[in-house]
């Protein structure tokens, strides 16, 4: 009996102790987690585990189903008035359209902003059926400077001067590689109207399709340029046309030089004088 029982007692130890299969590491690299080590060199559990999937975006930190970067929300008009008081550099991602009750784009005076369209589009959405008051695209003000390429303005439609660009007197505007177009105004400059003492360059830009419109005061379908100066290299001034006089360009006064241009197809209709250029 007690040889039986001293058997049993050596036994009991081996069948308690068997051995328990051991569970399978999770590689480090491979797939979707990396195992980050502690201090001590050992690997946390898998709750401390972090993904490597490199698809969220730059700018939100999100990513979509397919992993793509969520971009960034559009500029709209009221961003892009907010940009222009700050002033400084803007480049637009997107084109950029008014809504029914916003109001032309200011550049305040004593600002500088350098608004680089990037091939894309300010529309103010206006016509000669439903034009407004201050209905024009933007406005320089007095003692403001904008420096804008690469891009077009269109949509102006104003009852008064300037339907696309209205720059005050003592302001600078300089355009590079801008298209004016399908703007309209009531009275003077359908696409641009230049103040008295405003400055003007103009490079490889085109003033295309404005007017003016109402009765026999509009001069300067395409621009209008009261004096200070103006020059205009390797630009197109055509398919304008104004009710008065100058139907691509009025002339008032002042230094106005032009170079490389070509103006083409433009109408003064009442008075029929200077359909392309009037001085």
């Given at each position: 009996?007690l040889l039986?029982l001293?058997?049993?007692?050596?036994?009991?130890?081996?069948?308690?102790?068997?051995?328990?299969?051991e569970?399978?590491p999770?590689?480090?690299?491979?797939g979707?987690?990396?195992p980050?080590?502690?201090?001590?060199?050992?690997?946390?559990?898998?709750?401390?585990?972090?993904?490597?999937a490199?698809?969220?975006?730059?700018?939100?930190g999100?990513?979509?189903?397919?992993?793509?970067p969520v971009?960034?929300?559009?500029?709209t008009?009221?961003?892009?008035?907010?940009?222009?008081?700050?002033?400084?550099?803007?480049?637009?991602?997107?084109?950029?359209?008014a809504?029914?009750?916003?109001?032309a784009?200011?550049?305040p005076?004593?600002?500088?902003?350098?608004?680089?369209?990037?091939?894309?589009?300010?529309?103010?959405?206006?016509?000669?059926?439903?034009m407004?008051e201050e209905g024009?695209?933007?406005s320089?003000?007095?003692?403001a400077?904008?420096?804008?390429?690469?891009?077009?303005?269109?949509?102006?439609?104003?009852?008064?001067?300037?339907g696309?660009?209205?720059?005050?007197?003592?302001?600078?505007l300089?355009?590079?590689n801008?298209?004016?177009?399908?703007n309209?105004?009531?009275?003077?400059?359908g696409g641009?109207?230049?103040?008295?003492?405003?400055?003007?360059?103009?490079?490889?830009?085109?003033?295309?399709?404005?007017?003016t419109t109402?009765?026999?005061?509009?001069?300067?379908?395409g621009?209008?340029?009261a004096?200070?100066?103006?020059h205009?290299?390797?630009?197109?001034?055509?398919?304008?046309r104004?009710q008065?006089?100058?139907?691509?360009?009025?002339?008032?006064?002042?230094?106005?030089l032009?170079?490389?241009c070509?103006?083409?197809?433009?109408?003064?209709?009442?008075?029929?004088c200077?359909?392309?250029?009037?001085?």
């Amino acid at each position: 009996m007690l040889l039986l029982l001293a058997m049993l007692l050596t036994l009991l130890p081996t069948a308690a102790l068997a051995e328990e299969p051991e569970e399978e590491p999770v590689p480090a690299g491979d797939g979707v987690y990396d195992p980050i080590e502690d201090g001590d060199g050992t690997t946390p559990p898998p709750s401390a585990f972090r993904e490597t999937a490199d698809d969220t975006s730059p700018c939100t930190g999100e990513a979509d189903e397919d992993g793509e970067p969520v971009p960034e929300g559009e500029m709209t008009w009221t961003d892009l008035q907010a940009a222009l008081n700050e002033g400084g550099e803007i480049v637009l991602s997107n084109d950029v359209a008014a809504g029914a009750d916003d109001s032309a784009l200011v550049v305040p005076a004593g600002v500088t902003a350098t608004l680089d369209l990037n091939g894309h589009t300010l529309d103010r959405g206006l016509s000669a059926d439903n034009m407004k008051e201050e209905g024009n695209v933007i406005s320089v003000s007095s003692g403001a400077v904008l420096l804008m390429s690469g891009g077009t303005v269109t949509g102006g439609g104003n009852n008064g001067s300037g339907g696309g660009i209205c720059v005050d007197a003592g302001a600078v505007l300089e355009l590079t590689n801008v298209t004016v177009s399908g703007n309209t105004c009531t009275d003077h400059g359908g696409g641009i109207y230049l103040a008295a003492d405003a400055q003007c360059s103009a490079v490889s830009s085109s003033i295309d399709g404005n007017r003016t419109t109402v009765g026999e005061n509009g001069s300067g379908g395409g621009v209008y340029f009261a004096g200070g100066t103006l020059h205009m290299t390797d630009c197109s001034v055509s398919d304008n046309r104004s009710q008065n006089l100058g139907g691509g360009l009025y002339v008032g006064a002042g230094s106005a030089l032009l170079s490389g241009c070509e103006i083409d197809r433009n109408d003064a209709y009442a008075n029929a004088c200077g359909g392309g250029v009037f001085l």
